[in-house]
Structure formats: C-alpha cells, structure tokens
C-alpha cells in the first residue's frame, strides 16, 4: 500500500521547500512503480530551517491544516543594516552606525503584540497576476504587495547583543518573520535584516517531532506520522458498513446524532474521510467532503 502520511522534516539551511518536497519524493518512491505524490503544509525561506510539514499520499488532501495553522518562530535580526530581501543573502540596500539601549527594545517588542496590518516581503512566494512576487522582483519588476491582516501572539525577548536581537515568535498564518523584523528595526530607527530563522512548531506539534534527513533514510517508517493523526483536531464519528458505502460514493446521509461540524468519517479502524453535520429538516445531516481513494478501494 502506499505512503500516507505526515513527515515533520527539520528542513537544512539552504534547501528550499520544494527542494526538500522532491527529496521526500526520492526517499518514499519505489523504482519500477508511479512517484509518490508529496506537498509541504507552509513554505519555508531556504535560510530557514525547521519544521516543514511534508505531506505525503492521500495526505497531500489535507494541507491546509498545515497553512492555516499557527507558527512559532527563533529568529535573529541585524540592526545595523537591510537588505532587498529582507535577510542576510539579499543586496545591502541601507548601513545604521547608530546605538540603541536594551530597555528601548524591550519597551517597543510589547507594541507588536496582536492583530495589525503587515506588508509582506517584496522577495516572497506570493502570486501577483500568476506569478511569484520574488521572481517579478528578481527580473527588475515593480511589485506592490498589499498589507494583509496577521496576528502576534507572543513575542519573548531572549538576547540582544547589539546589533543582533533574537526573539521567539509565536504568530497566526500569513506573519512573515522578515517583515516582523522589518518593522521593529524601522520602529527603532534603524535596520532589521534577519540572519537566522528557525521554525520550532506548526499548528502546535512539538519540535521534538522533527527529524533530520539523516534519521528518515536510516528509518523512513518511524519518521512518519499516520493521516489519521495529522487530523487529530476533528471529531471521529464512527458510520455502519451500509452508511460506508453510501459516504464513499459521496451520498449525504442523515444520521441520529446531536454533532456538528467537521468530523473525521471512520467504519472500523478504517479512514474513510472527512465530512460536515449540518442540520437538516428533521435530523442532522452527514455531508461528504473529502473521500479517501483507499478507502473506497477497500470497501466498493
């Protein structure tokens, strides 16, 4: 049977995600037989390193559990100067020979707290007009990104050795790191150029479930999480053989139940899918909306 799964890859400085998305390809194909199909869950700059979420199978399915989760970040920045990227492998655009005290970083870092209104970085994957906003900058082209709403949960202050400032983030969907420190270091008058970034979580799982490429080629099996897992956030709800059958073929089923809301279809120990309760005119009602192919290759 194929690979279905989550792998939590602890992405190497310098690889970029679709980089690391071809390895896991490489690693999980069979020679003789049809390639894995394989996506990440939140891009991550190739300066980054990290928790990249890597899909693998019918999980490709549920990657926006991953893009709309909430992220947390180690990130450093210098203040003494910015690039055109926003990090150190970009063009040196400004120097800032001026000093600033620790207790004014630390009374400004609280004031980033929260829902605003931020301006993503011109080198990002952005589609303008079907194109990626980094390539249109990268040809000389003239983009505009608009500001788009994200949200500062957390922001602890763990070092300042001027010019360098590390904090760790913890932040919605959509936060760029770059902009973050963008933006603080104009707010201070001077740079905000980020030399290091880490990715430590996505949608809360824990960084002790990254593993290293060097792990997953010594023991593939063990590095990757089981789909049903990945959906852990939905309620299972558990259907007869019969109601399988008419799930899988996509039918809506009304059910006996007090449930709402998105549920995790399952008939035994197999997954069939996810799905929606609604109310319906007498009962609640079990819409279909997503259907694994395994499952309805095991059961029609």
Avoid at 46 to 56: E, V
């Amino acid at each position: 049977m194929n690979v279905s799964g989550v792998v939590f890859l602890d992405k190497p400085l310098g690889w970029t995600s679709r980089k690391a998305v071809n390895e896991m390809v490489r690693c999980f194909s069979k020679p003789g037989q049809k390639r894995i199909k394989a996506g990440h869950a939140g891009t991550l700059d190739p300066l980054a390193t990290g928790m990249l979420p890597i899909l693998l199978g019918e999980a490709t399915r549920f990657a926006e559990l991953g893009l709309a989760a909430e992220k947390r970040y180690t990130v450093s920045f210098d203040l003494s100067y910015q690039t055109d990227t926003l990090d150190r492998e970009g063009e040196i655009l400004e120097r800032f020979d001026s000093s600033i005290d620790c207790d004014d970083i630390k009374a400004l870092i609280p004031t980033f707290l929260g829902e605003q209104e931020q301006v993503p970085p011109l080198y990002s994957a952005i589609r303008v007009n079907g194109k990626r906003a980094h390539a249109i900058a990268r040809e000389g082209g003239n983009v505009i990104l608009p500001a788009r709403t994200i949200c500062i949960h957390s922001i602890e202050l763990l070092d300042v050795d001027f010019p360098t400032v590390t904090l760790n983030v913890h932040c919605s969907k959509g936060t760029y790191i770059r902009s973050l420190a963008r933006d603080i270091g104009k707010a201070l008058g001077l740079g905000g150029c980020v030399t290091m970034l880490r990715r430590t979580s996505t949608g809360a799982w824990p960084e002790a479930m990254m593993v290293s490429i060097d792990q997953l080629e010594a023991d593939m099996a063990s590095c990757v999480l089981p789909l049903k897992q990945w959906l852990r956030d939905y309620s299972e709800f558990s259907l007869s053989e019969d109601d399988a059958k008419r799930f899988l073929n996509g039918q809506r089923i009304q059910m006996d139940t007090p449930m709402n809301g998105d549920v995790l279809a399952i008939s035994g120990d197999l997954l069939l899918g996810t799905g929606c309760l609604k109310p319906g005119q007498h009962r609640q009602v079990l819409h279909p909306v997503r259907i694994l192919p395994s499952a309805q290759h095991h059961i029609l």
